[in-house]
């Protein structure tokens, strides 16, 4: 399915799946793609909030010339995207939000446990951003949090939020709705009692068992089908469903 998707719809498809999955902050978050080896970049503008995006909503910065950047429908922390992209080439697609609780492990020192499978998506652990909580809006703060990145899916900014990155929209989307359900459960298993993570060899071969193409491209279909159920696709107008009363 995903595959017949313009990257501008995949774009805003991925905000109202964001949205549903409890990435929704008013208007800030965001989520950005780009073709392998192009320049240009689809990125959700500043001012409409995850859940409320259409197509007319996902606007273009360029990497190579920086048009769009100065646009006043840019998001303050589109730097955050176009470093990542500039730093790795295998990266198609980036999501910045504050999600309740991967933004509260964020404020904490406390790591992430393999305590799920959700968790398991993580195995190769999480990144930290440490250096500030401050707003990343310049180039030389996003290419802190690139180096920071590294090669992990995921990084946690100090006190602020979580940038998730992925080889497609799909796989981005994927490894944000997942980091933060990981975290919940990890919230919820330490209040029961103490904590029994997965053997790190059981992971290794639970890894590719699970997170495939083929599921990312089920949950990508399933996804879709749930943002249908509760509002409208991206480039009608919303309405109420049944599903919503
Ligand atoms: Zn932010």
Redesign the pocket.
Known sequence: MIATQSLREQVAWACRILAVEGYTDLT??HVSARAAGESVVQIKRRGVGLDEVELDDVVQLDLAGGAGFDSPEMHL?AV?HTEVYRARPDIGAVV???PPYATALAATEARLELLTHYAVLFKDGIARYNESAD??TEPEQGQAVARALGSHRAVL?RN??VLVAGKDVAWAVLGAVTLERAIAMQSVAGSLGRLRPIPPDWAERLYPEKYTDRLVEEYWASWIRRVQRFSARPGNAPGASEERT
């Open positions: 800030l978050g922390e955050l910045h939000g504050h707003l990343i900014l602020h939020g």
